[in-house]
Nanobody, 124 residues
Framework: QVQLVESGGGLVQAGGSLRLSCAAS????????MGWFRQAPGKDREFVAT????????DYADSMKDRFTISRDYAKNTVYLQMNDLKPEDTAVYYC?????????????????WGQGTQVTVSS
């Protein structure tokens, strides 16, 4: 059974930073993609960033690639999302997920496992 647990969300002022964590357990994910998505109220789940667990394959949404960084710690089975220069429009619930898709990783419906999400609120 795969389990993903996100943490690190909170309330931050515009221009601030947060680091989100996604701890994975239950299976090995060597060549699978880990993705970060976000969902604001009334909106669809939006792609943020992705990486292949074994290395490489990093990609970002255009609007976030200069501010967000995805990384992983193999020893801790954890994927991180460092978010800098946060803006009020970054306010959302942030989710991590795992997909077996090779090319459609920007689509939320291609993910097989999700965490429960962590709330990020950016005040102006």
């Amino acid at each position: 059974q795969v389990q993903l647990v996100e943490s690190g969300g909170g309330l931050v002022q515009a221009g601030g930073s947060l680091r989100l964590s996604c701890a994975a357990s239950g299976r090995t994910f060597s060549n699978r993609r880990m993705g970060w998505f976000r969902q604001a109220p009334g909106k669809d789940r939006e792609f943020v960033a992705t990486t292949i667990w074994s290395g490489g394959g990093t990609d970002y949404a255009d609007s976030m690639k200069d501010r967000f960084t995805i990384s992983r710690d193999y020893a801790k089975n954890t994927v991180y999302l460092q978010m800098n220069d946060l803006k009020p429009e970054d306010t959302a619930v942030y989710y991590c997920g795992i997909t077996y898709s090779v090319s459609l990783y920007r689509r939320a419906d291609k993910y097989d496992y999700w965490g429960q999400g962590t709330q990020v609120t950016v005040s102006s």
